[in-house]
């Protein structure tokens, strides 16, 4: 037998293409194992969410996240022989992100016009909460889309300065007959008379007022709570120490939320809403939906989530109301004016509505 050009006596030709397959199959085994222990990793962090500060540092990101580094991972240790292995390590991703986005919410139907015009029977009321960030004053195109939605409340966060032209603010100018009061970061619109109330949450904005609807007294929280404080650079001291810092101030930010919801809840209906600056299933606001119906959890319809505006991946903003209220419908719309989508609500205030 003669040796084949280039290769030693007594090696065939498939030798090196089969020790080339074996150290190939070897990074695949080893990547589909560290994709594993990633996945498995991150399940009991989002299950912890924002009770410590290091698995805040991940369950504040949508599970889609991080679906965009495990998916190509699992992709990358796809081998032929154990193919079942990669379908059932997707199938586990997939599963998990559902689970984690909300996403089985998309099965209703989509969303209907609400059988009650906007106040066209005493005790409806439709709610709007917008983010404005991005827009630096109430400009034609700002007031243009807000007067689109037909509301009876607004609440605004990260609204611009009030401002005045022409002797009104615009604001009042573009909505005749309704009542606005700013209050720093925030703002609310209402077509029924609203007074303010006294607030201390500490958050980056907040706002309390008495609404005098025609079915009777509501109160209003509309909050910016503070975000967490993101460092790259986990091995350096000071960021862990910023992170655990900034994690204590939020969690007694949000205890201060409950508190405010349990106590202003027991004198009457109450409507929460804002940016939350967090998932809204995140622990961290567990106990505020153990007292308030979420509002698109309990008639929401479509695509939930509200960040970012062009590629929505979180559902951060939302509207909240308590048990006397019955939620007709909820859903999260796009506009031109801002990075976060509007969340819009029509509730029924009745004498003893549903909880969560």
């Not at 079942?84 to 599963?95: E, H, I, K, N, S």
């Not at 119906?293 to 929505?312: E, I, K, Q, V």
Request: hydrophobic content about 45%; charged content about 25%.
């Amino acid at each position: 037998m003669v040796a084949e050009e280039g290769l030693k006596p007594g090696i065939s030709a498939d030798e090196p293409r089969a020790v080339g397959r074996s150290a190939l199959d070897r990074v695949r085994v080893g990547v589909s194992a560290a994709t594993w222990i990633l996945l498995a990793l991150l399940i009991p962090l989002y299950l912890l969410g924002s009770r410590f500060w290091w698995s805040e540092v991940f369950s504040v990101w949508p599970a889609w996240f991080w679906l965009m580094g495990l998916v190509p991972l699992a992709i990358i240790a796809d081998r032929r022989p154990a193919r079942r292995w990669t379908w059932l390590l997707l199938g586990a991703q997939l599963v998990w992100a559902l689970a984690a986005s909300e996403a089985f919410l998309l099965l209703r139907r989509p969303l209907r016009e609400p059988d009650l015009a906007p106040g066209s029977r005493e005790g409806s009321l439709r709610i709007v909460s917008l983010n404005l960030g991005g827009s630096t004053s109430w400009s034609a195109k700002v007031l243009a889309e807000i007067r689109k939605r037909e509301a009876d409340v607004y609440c605004f966060q990260e609204a611009p300065d009030p401002g005045v032209l022409e002797g009104k603010r615009p604001v009042e100018a573009a909505f005749p007959g309704f009542h606005c009061i700013h209050a720093g970061d925030c703002a609310l619109l209402s077509r029924f008379p609203i007074e303010p109330e006294r607030l201390d949450l500490k958050a980056w904005g907040e706002q309390m007022a008495r609404v005098k609807t025609p079915a009777g007294d509501i109160r209003i929280l509309n909050v910016r709570m503070p975000l967490p404080a993101l460092r790259l650079n986990l091995f350096s001291r000071q960021a862990r120490a910023e992170m655990r810092l900034s994690h204590r101030e939020r969690l007694a930010s949000f205890g201060r939320l409950a508190e405010a919801v349990k106590k202003v809840g027991k004198d009457g209906p109450l409507i929460l809403a804002g940016d939350f600056n967090t998932p809204i299933r995140s622990t961290l606001l567990r106990p505020v939906r153990a007292l308030l119906t979420d509002a698109f959890r309990r008639a929401g319809s479509g695509w939930g989530n509200t960040m970012t505006h062009d590629f929505p991946v979180s559902r951060i903003d939302a509207i909240l109301v308590s048990k006397e209220f019955r939620v007709l419908a909820a859903q999260s719309l796009p506009n031109g004016i801002s990075d976060h989508r509007t969340v819009a609500a029509e509730a029924l205030l009745e004498e003893d509505g549903p909880g969560d």
